[in-house]
């Protein structure tokens, strides 16, 4: 089961790389032959074009007079068509760009070769990686710091005013019992009075004693 999703996961990988693929027919309408050197060459041609993982080159050329050969640097550069990766020559040849970097094709004719029909292509970019690739979202800027409000004075207070008078203590037990003043003390004509009414009184007594 795990591998059957693996498969699927591959193909669809495939899929979305073949679906954005673009083709590059070598040559133009001349298809690939000893070009012109008053013409642009192959390699000029290469450089206005950008090649990714998944693209192909079509080389269009008789198949009884030419043919089409991957070769590595060195015998790109020395024109070696002995020494090959790898050799087409079905006059209709398409290849297909499966990794990134260089690759080196020139003609299976030798002649033809020396006359610059010969190839650098650089694959740059892998078509299937930059589909996959999340977009990311622009980060978010930083929230500014809001500096506190300033502070405002409190208005200054008269004196005497604001103070707060702290409460009194509560008496303790005991204390609050209002005592009465003592009497004023009698006055000289009041003890007069109750003198003369006591001897009054003592002369009455006895008087009615003595009847």
Same mark, same amino acid.
């Given at each position: /089961?795990?591998?059957s999703?693996?498969?699927? !996961?591959?193909c669809?990988?495939l899929?979305?790389? /073949?679906?954005?693929? @673009?083709?590059f ?5 001349k ?19 950008r +090649?990714?993982?998944?693209d192909?080159?079509?080389f269009v050329?008789?198949r ?5 050969l991957q070769?590595? *640097?060195?015998?790109?550069s ?7 990766i790898a050799?087409?020559?079905d006059?209709? @040849? =398409?290849?297909?760009?499966? *990794? ?8 299976g =004719? %030798?002649a033809n070769?020396?006359?610059?029909e010969? !190839?650098?292509? =650089?694959? !740059?970019a892998?078509?299937?990686? *930059?589909?996959?690739?999340?977009i $990311?979202?622009p ?6 710091? $809001?500096s506190?409000p ?6 200054? !207070?008269?004196?005497? %005013?604001?103070e ?7 008496p303790?037990e &005991?204390?609050?019992? @209002? ?8 006055n000289g ?5 109750? &003198?003369? /009414?006591g001897? +009054? ?11």
């Amino acid at each position: /089961m795990v591998n059957s999703h693996g498969l699927i !996961l591959v193909c669809l990988a495939l899929f979305v790389a /073949m679906a954005g693929a @673009t083709q590059f027919k070598v040559g133009g309408s001349k298809g690939w032959s000893a070009p012109d050197p008053n013409a642009e060459s192959y390699n000029q041609w290469a450089e206005r074009n950008r +090649f990714q993982i998944g693209d192909t080159l079509l080389f269009v050329y008789p198949r009884d007079k030419d043919s089409v050969l991957q070769v590595d *640097r060195e015998a790109y550069s020395t024109c070696n068509t002995s020494s090959y990766i790898a050799k087409f020559d079905d006059g209709n @040849t =398409v290849f297909t760009f499966s *990794r990134s970097g260089p690759f080196y094709f020139v003609s299976g =004719v %030798e002649a033809n070769c020396l006359k610059k029909e010969s !190839l650098v292509i =650089v694959v !740059l970019a892998d078509r299937s990686n *930059r589909a996959s690739q999340p977009i $990311l979202a622009p980060s978010p800027s930083p929230a500014s710091t $809001l500096s506190p409000p300033p502070l405002i004075p409190s208005p200054s !207070l008269a004196p005497g %005013e604001g103070e707060v008078t702290p409460p009194s203590p509560s008496p303790s037990e &005991g204390e609050g019992e @209002t005592t009465a003043p003592p009497p004023p003390p009698p006055n000289g004509a009041s003890l007069k009075v109750v &003198g003369f /009414m006591g001897s +009054f009184g003592a002369l009455i007594g006895f008087f009615f004693f003595s009847l």
